[in-house]
T-cell receptor, first 114, second 119 residues
Framework: GENVEQHPSTLSVQEGDSAVIKCTYS??????FPWYKQELGKGPQLIID?????GEKKDQRIAVTLNKTAKHFSLHITETQPEDSAVYFC?????????????FGPGTRLSVLP | DAGVIQSPRHEVTEMGQEVTLRCKPI?????LFWYRQTMMRGLELLIY????????DSGMPEDRFSAKMPNASFSTLKIQPSEPRDSAVYFC?????????????????FGPGTRLTVL
């Protein structure tokens, strides 16, 4: 089945700097790659996603890139702010007819220092 | 929209007791998912439903776990009997993709979770 790895496990940046989180996946059939942000005591919330027919997607300060050949995708956050501090999870959909079986990475704890 | 609603938000019980977690998906969504989150194992998919029918329960850890979806607006996850190793945060999520299986992933919207502690 699908396996998703995520690095780094923790990341500290100064406010205003950029942050990059990288994930790799194992199943070449995966076609959907969402990124979730989880704040303390809350459920994960989608911040951006990308499909396998697209190489890059941007939404204001957040961007995601996908390299299908290498089977890795990355989250880029620019001009970080203290409210960006949270745990971030990448995911890939597993191989089944429905495409809904998400496998999540272990998470990256991002701390933005003021 | 109120989003995915889960109850209770916190549950403390003793080993051997039955635990029932409840979920109301976003109105109109046709997929419902149950996840478990622990420090050791991260976020794991337990089971998911499409149009109230269980599609994949391969993540359900043991026969002590069961899930039902009697209608489009309600689902339960039951643990009987509960054990201390079941302590975790349990999330329900829902998504919308009408038109049958396509192999394409769609956004899953998570509820706030139920923190279960089994003593």
């Amino acid at each position: 089945g699908e396996n998703v790895e995520q690095h780094p496990s923790t990341l500290s940046v100064q406010e205003g700097d950029s942050a990059v989180i990288k994930c790799t996946y194992s199943d070449s059939a995966s076609n959907y790659f969402p990124w979730y942000k989880q704040e303390l005591g809350k459920g994960p919330q989608l911040i951006i996603d990308i499909r396998s027919n697209v190489g890059e997607k941007k939404d204001q300060r957040i961007a995601v890139t996908l390299n299908k050949t290498a089977k890795h995708f990355s989250l880029h956050i620019t001009e970080t702010q203290p409210e960006d501090s949270a745990v971030y999870f990448c995911a890939a959909n597993g191989r089944d007819n429905y495409g809904q079986n998400f496998v999540f990475g272990p998470g990256t704890r991002l701390s933005v220092l003021p | 929209d109120a989003g995915v609603i889960q109850s209770p938000r916190h549950e403390v019980t003793e080993m051997g007791q039955e635990v029932t977690l409840r979920c109301k998906p976003i109105s109109g969504h046709d997929y419902l998912f149950w996840y478990r989150q622990t420090m050791m194992r991260g976020l794991e998919l337990l089971i998911y439903f499409n149009n109230n029918v269980p599609i994949d329960d391969s993540g359900m850890p043991e026969d002590r776990f069961s899930a039902k979806m009697p209608n489009a607006s309600f689902s339960t996850l039951k643990i009987q009997p509960s054990e201390p190793r079941d302590s975790a945060v349990y999330f329900c999520a829902s998504s919308l993709h009408s038109g049958g299986p396509s192999g394409m992933g769609y956004t899953q919207y998570f509820g706030p979770g139920t923190r279960l502690t089994v003593l």
